[in-house]
């Protein structure tokens, strides 16, 4: 049984070899065709900007934009918290809408 180990564990790691010698030739290739493609270069610059650690959070480093969809997207969001919370506190002083127009017939 060890021996059927060793043979299987031996075939895997002669595999793994094999492969990442190719992945490796073959990856090279790809870096050396990506760095004649000009839009690669733009990636390549965007990733850097990026990256860049200068105290910017990530989601704010798009420029104009992204700092306008943040307010709107909090000025949303506190927006319709405020509207829940006002909806909330008028069914608790007022009562239920429902609950009142269901028992007026009654009266």
């Not at 506190?78 to 008028?90: E, P, R, S």
Request: proline content about 2%; some cysteine; aromatic content about 12%.
């Amino acid at each position: 049984m060890n021996q059927m180990k060793q043979l299987v564990r031996g075939f895997a790691l002669f595999g793994r070899s094999s492969q990442s010698s190719l992945q490796d030739q073959t990856e090279k290739e790809l870096q050396e065709y990506l760095k004649q493609m000009p839009k690669y270069k733009k990636i390549r610059d965007k990733m850097k900007h990026f990256q860049k650690d200068d105290g910017i959070p990530i989601y704010l480093k798009g420029g104009a934009m992204d700092k306008i969809s943040l307010s709107l997207i909090l000025m949303g969001t506190i927006g319709l918290f405020g509207y829940a919370q006002y909806w909330m506190i008028k069914e608790k002083l007022i009562g239920s809408v429902w609950y009142c127009e269901s028992h007026q017939d009654d009266e």
